[in-house]
């Protein structure tokens, strides 16, 4: 039993070494952002209490967000690709930090809406230039890259989840002054990542360099990854973000409503124990399963996500809501790291920022989609019409990763 707990606890620390210093400095960096920028979630306190906006006016304020995101990704990706992907990620933060000072001094919707938007544009325009800043310092080891990946997944949910915990003590002061400290971070993450990017360790993303340029034809062919498995992949990573963006919609709602002893108390469990799980078990999970086939490992994870929200349908107790927690987070969990580390890898030469960003202008896409689709299905066919779909997705997601199985 003891060999035991050692394997486990050495194969645990295992999945986090062997990375650079300016990887975990930039991965630092997301995870700063991920905790500054979570001030998002809680926009619409500020836009009603304080501004006096109705309801209605502060959700259609925030769906511009959402299509900020959606070109935030795209430039993201495009311009790394341009200029580097260091230059792209200081850019982002400053267009953030901007974006937060800014929002402090207006009262017009018109103003705050295109503020909001320039603030999601900022915001994914840094994710994906700063995952290829990381990437790009891992030089040809795919090993490094997906655990990479796996930590700067951790990184964001370990920062959303704190990023709550943060705003909800500084709560009872005022919602400026939250603005104005998270602004001031931003500001100063921004002259770090300057203070990286023009250091000794720099080694930005840029498939300029002719080292980066000799093995991009070596690595397609050792993965072999063709457009079709590219599209497939940004096809099921639109449908599993459908999936995604349940949690903050009908998720909540149907186990309120299901398990109302609970009520609000259990859906903060169920998002805790979802964080919770992510941060702890991200990174070995992956690298348990890094040796086969990644394509039929994000089918997997699909199905999985899928599967444990169509267990929503016959969880009639609570502990049963747990365990389809539990499966649908290692699903999440599988699925995200395959499937960018499949698309990172299907670019080449100097394309990999815009394989990236179209990644995450397709997850931009789903979260803007999801809530309408999931909530306009939840009012006409219930929860269960919901669940039923989701599980649709993930089969239908499993298939198509299995039958082109052969092309990665």
């Keep these: 039993m003891t060999e035991y707990v050692l394997s486990f606890i050495k194969g645990y620390i ?47 304020i925030i769906s511009f967000y ?8 795209f430039l993201g990706g495009k311009l790394s690709d341009e200029i580097g992907s260091g230059l792209v990620s200081i850019g982002s933060l400053v267009l953030q930090g901007l974006a937060m000072v800014i929002l402090l001094k207006l009262h017009s919707v018109n103003l705050i809406i295109i503020d909001l938007f320039f603030m999601g ?5 840094f994710i994906t230039s700063n995952h290829l800043w990381v990437l790009g ?59 990286l990017n023009n250091s000794g360790n720099k080694k930005t ?22 457009n079709n498995v590219f599209y497939l992949i940004l096809v099921c990573v639109f449908l599993v973000g459908l999936i995604i963006f349940q949690m903050n919609t009908t998720y909540s709602l149907y186990i309120k409503e299901t398990f109302p002893k609970y ?5 903060g469990f169920l998002y805790a124990l979802n964080c919770f799980l ?11 399963f890094q040796p086969y086939n990644k394509l039929i490992m994000a089918g997997v994870g699909a199905f999985m996500l899928g599967f ?29 790291s395959m499937a960018q580390f499949i698309c990172y890898h299907s670019g080449h030469q100097n394309k990999r920022g815009s394989s990236l960003g179209m990644y995450r202008v397709v997850y931009a896409c789903s979260r803007v989609i999801g809530p309408a689709i999931g909530g306009y299905t939840f009012q006409y066919l219930g929860g269960n019409g919901v669940w039923f779909g989701c599980g649709v997705i993930g089969i239908f997601s499993l298939l198509a990763c299995c039958y082109y199985r052969k092309c990665i």
């Design 66 to 73: 959402g299509l900020g995101t959606i070109l935030g990704g």
């Design 14 to 60: 295992s999945s986090y070494r062997g990375l650079k210093k300016a990887c975990w400095q930039g991965m630092l960096l997301n995870f700063i952002e991920s905790v500054f920028v979570g001030v998002y979630y809680f926009l619409p306190l500020y836009f009603i209490s304080e501004l006096n906006i109705n309801i209605a006016i502060a959700s259609i």
């Design 205 to 226: 993303y840029s498939h300029v360099e002719n080292t980066e340029k000799s093995h991009d034809k070596v690595q397609a062919a050792k993965f072999g990854i063709s």
């Design 308 to 336: 444990g929200m169509f267990m929503l349908s016959f969880s009639f107790i609570f502990p049963l809501a747990i365990l389809s927690c539990f499966i649908y987070t290692t699903g999440e969990m599988l699925f995200f």
């Design 263 to 267: 009520g609000m108390q259990g859906v």
């Design 121 to 125: 544009v900022a915001s994914y325009a």
């Design 278 to 288: 992510v941060v702890l078990f991200q990174a070995p999970i992956v690298n348990v």
């Design 137 to 195: 310092l891992c030089g040809d080891d795919e090993n490094a890259r997906l655990k990479v990946i796996n930590i700067l997944n951790v990184a964001s949910n370990l920062g959303s989840g704190l990023s709550a915990v943060i705003i909800g003590v500084l709560a009872s002061y005022s919602f400026r002054n939250i603005l104005n400290v998270s602004a001031g971070c931003i500001f100063l993450s921004a002259i770090y990542f300057s203070y």
